[in-house]
């Protein structure tokens, strides 16, 4: 077996952000607010590898980068909007120029679908890309 090139790239998944208390799920603290701080601490990092260690090809995010809030809150579009935005600029920001690719996750569709293509940059809600390849 010809062994062929590795492609290498950071992955980033569930980062569910959100301006709200922290709740037990299933026994286990979710820490809404504490989630954009270690989001940049993990994307520093990639970074840090990309730049000096191993270049990475992309970054690839798994969905639900936003946790979203209930029907019952009257201002939750205003919220999600911001939340989506504080992620979307952090990623962005730290990683930079590296090429960023998201994969839509349930959570994520808290958001207004357009807002969500335009501000992560996704062509589509589905869509491929090459990677690697240079």
């Known amino acids: 077996m010809t062994e062929g090139p590795t492609v290498r790239f950071g992955l980033l998944t569930d980062v569910q952000h959100a301006d709200k208390e922290t709740v037990s799920f299933e026994g286990r603290p979710q820490r809404?607010?504490?989630?954009a701080g270690k989001l940049r601490a993990a994307a520093e990092h990639l970074h840090q590898l990309h730049r000096q260690e191993q270049p990475l090809a992309c970054l690839l995010t798994c969905g639900d980068i936003i946790d979203g809030y209930p029907a019952s809150d009257s201002d939750r579009r205003h919220k999600v909007s911001r939340d989506l935005q504080l992620?979307?600029?952090?990623?962005?920001?730290?990683?930079?120029?590296l090429p960023v690719h998201h994969v839509l996750g349930n959570h994520c569709l808290a958001a207004d679908r357009k807002e969500l293509l335009e501000v992560l940059n996704m062509p589509g809600s589905y869509y491929n890309v090459e990677v690697g390849r240079g």
């Open 87 to 97: 992620i979307a600029e952090t990623i962005n920001t730290v990683l930079q120029p």
């Open 32 to 35: 809404y607010r504490e989630s």
